[in-house]
């Protein structure tokens, strides 16, 4: 059972960093991420988690590499609305100082992304974990529509969480 820990933590910590050089990528080139990446909040994390194990059943490797790759967008996720909570108010200052985009990114902007991105880490972790003890495995033919019902809750509760419908911006 330890080395389930050390397995999961370092699946996460490689995933987390991936997806920093990701949001790296999309802040210094200042391109607007994948709408996969805005639509994977916390809701839909916790209900693709659900979902994958479901699936961890019957195709555990498959499950494992979608297990990665949710948490790559979800960590890119968090990443990019720390930046977008920070940039909303200070870009456009720091860079009039004279600032490049990098020099912003690396003196003002990075500091907060990984305090966020420690806060996504410590989530999905703990999410994952709690996860884990739920039984699907004990009469799963029976129990297969109540889970696809907290699934699709959790899916709808993560898109209307990450629809602009409503939100007033500045643009």
Request: glycine share 4%.
């Amino acid at each position: 059972m330890t080395f389930y820990y050390i397995y999961l933590i370092f699946e996460c910590f490689v995933a987390s960093f991936l997806a920093f050089f990701l949001a790296q990528y999309f802040i210094i080139s200042n391109k607007r991420p994948f709408f996969i990446i805005e639509f994977f909040n916390m809701y839909n994390f916790l209900g693709s988690v659900v979902l994958l194990k479901m699936l961890n059943v019957e195709y555990y490797k498959l499950s494992n590499l979608l297990l990665f790759i949710s948490l790559i967008l979800f960590y890119t996720r968090s990443f990019m609305t720390a930046k977008d909570k920070f940039d909303s108010r200070f870009r456009s200052m720091i860079l009039s100082f004279g600032y490049t985009r990098e020099s912003y990114f690396y003196r003002f902007l990075m500091k907060r992304i990984l305090i966020r991105g420690l806060e996504g880490f410590f989530f999905s972790i703990a999410a994952i974990l709690m996860i884990n003890k739920i039984p699907f495995w004990y009469n799963f033919s029976n129990n297969f529509d109540e889970f696809m019902y907290v699934v699709l809750f959790l899916f709808g509760a993560g898109l209307i969480k990450s629809s602009n419908y409503g939100k007033i911006s500045r643009t």
